[in-house]
């Protein structure tokens, strides 16, 4: 199967901006891989954010956007809160399977 | 609301076999995939399987092939995963997740010890 990958940790100053990837070993992340963006927080469900690569629930704060960058998809923290430290998992579609990124945890210091 | 409601976890030898449901309410089930995924303690996420809305296509990853069985019961908006031949490797907090719906259950935590 397919190997998708983060950076295992990132951290961003309060207020800052900060961008997470989401790459794949066969080659560029594009649109037709419907990557999916999720946050967890410690001890806490997982939480849906993005699907589709850039599209938003209504529960999805405005700061985080998704995007394909340099042949990933990426998360863009725009604005950073202290609540947004969690760990971030990307998803993508690969024919019929769908395959988790390793996750990244982000600090928010 | 949206509810999602996993049941069935529970501590089970090796070798043996737990079937877990997932009752939804809140949106129209019969709609969407549907997943079950799964985090092992202190890792993270692996997609397990997913069905399709009238459950004729199904996908599982390759560590499960053979020994898990996903299926679906629209009439009774509810989600089932069939665990059998289970391993220590298998132990993991258990999540049913629409996908697109964005919807996660509170997970039912599977143990596999004797």
């Known amino acids: 199967q397919a190997v998708v990958t983060q950076e295992p940790s990132l951290t961003v100053s309060p207020g800052g901006t900060v961008t997470l990837t989401c790459g794949s070993n066969?080659?560029?992340?594009?649109?037709?891989?419907?990557p999916f963006w999720f946050q967890q927080k410690p001890g806490q469900v997982p939480r849906t954010l993005i699907y589709?690569?850039?599209n938003k629930y209504s529960w999805t704060p405005a700061r985080f956007s998704g995007s394909l960058l340099g042949g990933k998809a990426a998360l863009t923290l725009s604005g950073a809160q202290p609540e947004d430290e969690a760990d971030y998992y990307c998803?993508?579609?690969?024919?019929?399977?769908?395959?988790f990124g390793g996750g990244t945890k982000l600090t928010v210091l | 609301e949206v509810q999602v409601m996993e049941s069935g976890g529970g501590v089970v030898q090796p070798g043996g076999s737990l079937r877990l449901s997932c009752a939804v309410s809140?949106?129209?089930?019969?709609?969407?995939?549907m997943s079950w995924v799964r985090q092992a303690p202190g890792k993270g996420l692996e997609l397990v399987a997913k069905?399709?809305?009238?459950?004729?296509?199904?996908y599982y990853v390759d560590s499960v092939k053979g020994r898990f069985t996903i299926s679906r019961d629209n009439a009774k908006n509810s989600l089932y995963l069939q665990m059998n031949s289970l391993r220590a490797e298998d132990t993991a907090v258990y999540y049913c997740?629409?996908?697109?719906?964005?919807?996660w259950g509170q997970g039912t935590l599977v143990t596999v010890s004797s």
């Open positions: 997740l629409s996908e697109r719906g964005g919807y």
């Open positions: 589709d690569t850039s």
């Open positions: 069905i399709n809305e009238d459950g004729s296509e199904k």
């Open positions: 066969t080659g560029a992340v594009t649109g037709g891989h419907s």
């Open positions: 998803l993508i579609s690969y024919g019929g399977g769908r395959v």
């Open positions: 809140g949106f129209t089930f019969s709609s969407y995939w």
